[in-house]
């Protein structure tokens, strides 16, 4: 006998008993498990009606309350708009065309703005003459609104209702004006809270509940059995009304509120308590359920349940003769020897009684042993070759991060960033932005130096360029390039902050430099500079390339342009210690700058005179904190904040004591 017909006969004989004592509680507990899912489903839909009723009268009312929430901050917004708008000179002609614009394109039908005085002077309605009055005669809706004007309310939020002139369903929300004292009130069509209402009621749910044959019928009853929803009063006629067996069960539900069932051959209902928000019961939902196809399934379940027990049987008495044991023996070898071959502690030996055998366990077993060789020699030349591998990922892992780190030395961070992260191509490409560009140099670098070693002069200008990036890269700038002591960097590019924040972080940026600058002035004359060290800062908005520009194989992340050419002038007619901006970065930041404007530059390249501005400093800002004085032979240095201004006196009066005994 093959295994094959030994397996099946020994599965047959295993299953037999099983199926024999399971097919008698299948349909038994077939019929009760079906009875009490479809109780559960009914009392959850009879509860889902009971939260509908609740939902359908809070869901249009929370709506309405979001809408108003919008529609405040709209009529805010209008405010500001009329206020700005006003202030910049337009005429009340272009401000309702704008208006009526407004009302074109979104969802705001009516847009109203009076002056100190109730008049609707600004508006999206052509050829419409409107005052608002406080006299809720003369105006029963519009009225409300009036308390803005006079300042006892700062929102008037009026409930959707029907307009007196043309009974449109309609929504007002009123602000105050920003600038003085006025009505800002727009409004929209409410007709979808009508909709939504009829949309989630409980008549549609009822509907969609009996569409697909599930349900065969659902009432809803208020505590004096009047049927609300149902059968007769909403949904098909030709449903039976609820008997009196359905009837007593739900006058009990409304009195104690328990949900209870009522079972008959044809129908399975469920009757569950409608609560109010206050849990108060208010009526209770009866939901009928058909059970024509519960009994289907039972005796269908039963029916194949009977045959399948007898087939198997049948097939079990047949196949009855089988050697367990002689079949079990090989297969437990087997899997002896399948987990000694995953810990690689296979033997052949393990297998050598099966593989005599003649059947396909013996053929199984001749194999699995030929396998379990081949297996062990190709882990052993995997192990090596994955050993292998790793060492050479993790030397090149290591190369990789060294040259990595030695190329991020050579980029700005957020050019190196963009790179490594994906965000940028290496290649030729470039494209036009609106940058703030920065370019800064020690004025008279050469003449100051001219008696320093090599050395110190090389340690004093990589000290100076490293003070200097920290600010740039503290701010967000991309730094350019250095050539010599020059420093060029600019804001905008590959990330931006917007035109203005740029253009602000960049004179923030220059300021805090130059303020470093006079900090570094006393280690260079240390270091045997005879002349401390003055920095000329030229900033400038504009647009220009920015990109890759070069060859293929050897390219560079810089900025081009006529913006580039005006900040170098700039900077070269900058005076020494001090920082000049053009009148576009002016414009941008002479709410934050304190900036004096300086006569008009003549500079080559440029037909037209060049307006400039020399910056003084933050507009916020009181005066200096630190007193500096250096003359031959004296240094003068106190920091007003730190210090104590009685000692400094003191210690003024007696160095000048001093030097009048001397």
């Not at 609740?54 to 929370?62: F, G, R, V, Y």
């Not at 309405?64 to 917004?77: Q, S, Y």
């Not at 009837?247 to 509120?257: E, F, H, N, S, T």
């Not at 939901?287 to 097939?315: D, F, G, K, Y």
Request: net charge negative.
């Amino acid at each position: 006998m093959k295994f094959t017909t030994r397996l099946v006969l020994l599965v047959t004989v295993l299953t037999v008993g099983a199926t024999l004592v399971t097919a008698a509680l299948l349909t038994w507990t077939t019929r009760r498990a079906i009875i009490t899912e479809a109780e559960a489903s009914g009392e959850k839909v009879a509860r889902l009606l009971a939260r509908s009723a609740s939902l359908a009268a809070s869901i249009p009312t929370e709506v309405e309350g979001i809408i108003a929430e919008e529609m405040t901050a709209e009529g805010t917004l209008l405010g500001h708009f009329v206020e700005a708008a006003e202030r910049a000179g337009m005429t009340p002609t272009e401000i309702n065309r704008r208006l009526k614009s407004i009302t074109d394109d979104t969802v705001l039908d009516e847009i109203w703005i009076t002056d100190e005085k109730g008049h609707a002077y600004l508006h999206s309605l052509p050829d419409v003459n409107f005052t608002f009055s406080n006299s809720p005669q003369l105006q029963p809706q519009a009225y409300a609104f009036y308390d803005l004007l006079n300042g006892q309310k700062k929102v008037v939020n009026q409930d959707a209702r029907k307009r007196d002139i043309d009974n449109q369903h309609f929504k007002y929300v009123g602000v105050g004006g920003i600038d003085k004292p006025r009505i800002i009130q727009v409004g929209r069509s409410a007709k979808f809270l009508q909709q939504l209402t009829m949309k989630i009621g409980l008549p549609r749910t009822v509907e969609n509940l009996l569409a697909d044959g599930d349900i065969d019928a659902v009432w809803v009853f208020d505590r004096k059995l009047d049927a609300l929803v149902g059968p007769g009063v909403y949904g098909a006629d030709r449903r039976d009304g609820p008997n009196e067996k359905e009837l007593g069960p739900v006058r009990l539900v409304i009195a104690d509120g328990q949900t209870r069932h009522v079972e008959s051959r044809q129908n399975l209902s469920v009757i569950a308590p409608v609560r109010n928000d206050q849990k108060e019961i208010v009526g209770a939902a009866l939901v009928r359920l058909p059970m024509n196809r519960v009994w289907a399934t039972v005796q269908s379940q039963a029916e194949i349940a009977a045959a399948t027990a007898s087939a198997i049987a049948a097939l079990g008495i047949l196949l009855s003769i089988g050697v367990a044991r002689y079949q079990a023996a090989p297969l437990r070898q087997i899997t002896r020897a399948a987990v000694a071959l995953e810990t690689q502690k296979f033997d052949p030996a393990l297998l050598k009684p099966v593989s005599a055998r003649r059947d396909e366990l013996g053929q199984l077993a001749r194999v699995f042993t030929g396998m379990a060789g081949q297996v062990a020699a190709r882990e052993e030349y995997l192990d090596s070759m994955v050993k292998q591998r790793t060492e050479e990922l993790e030397t090149r892992n290591r190369s990789l991060e060294g040259l990595s780190a030695a190329l991020s030395k050579y980029l700005s961070p957020q050019v190196y960033s963009s790179i490594f992260s994906g965000h940028q191509d290496a290649e030729i490409a470039s494209k036009r932005k609106k940058l703030t560009i920065f370019l800064s140099d020690i004025a008279n670098f050469t003449a100051t130096t001219d008696k320093l070693e090599s050395e110190d002069l090389t340690a004093m200008l990589n000290r100076y360029l490293a003070e200097m990036a920290q600010i740039a890269l503290k701010h967000g700038a991309t730094i350019d390039k250095y050539v010599g002591d020059a420093v060029l960097a600019f804001f905008g590019d590959p990330d931006s902050r917007g035109v203005k924040e740029d253009a602000v972080a960049c004179v923030m940026m220059a300021i805090e430099m130059q303020e470093k600058l006079k900090q570094l002035e006393m280690e260079w004359i240390d270091a045997g500079a005879e002349r401390p060290f003055r920095v000329r800062i030229g900033i400038n908005t504009g647009f220009c390339t920015v990109g890759n520009f070069g060859s293929p194989d050897r390219m560079d992340y810089t900025i081009v342009g006529g913006a580039v050419n005006l900040t170098s002038r700039l900077e070269q007619n900058c005076e020494p210690g001090s920082i000049l901006i053009s009148h576009v970065t002016w414009s941008l930041v002479n709410d934050v700058i304190d900036a004096e404007e300086r006569p008009a530059l003549t500079v080559k390249g440029f037909s037209e005179p060049v307006r400039a501005y020399e910056v003084r400093g933050l507009k916020t800002s009181g005066s200096t904190d630190v007193i500096r004085k250096e003359l031959p032979g004296m240094r003068l240095f106190i920091d007003t904040v730190t210090a104590d201004r009685t000692e400094v006196k003191q210690t003024l009066v007696q160095v000048v004591e001093d030097l009048d005994k001397s």
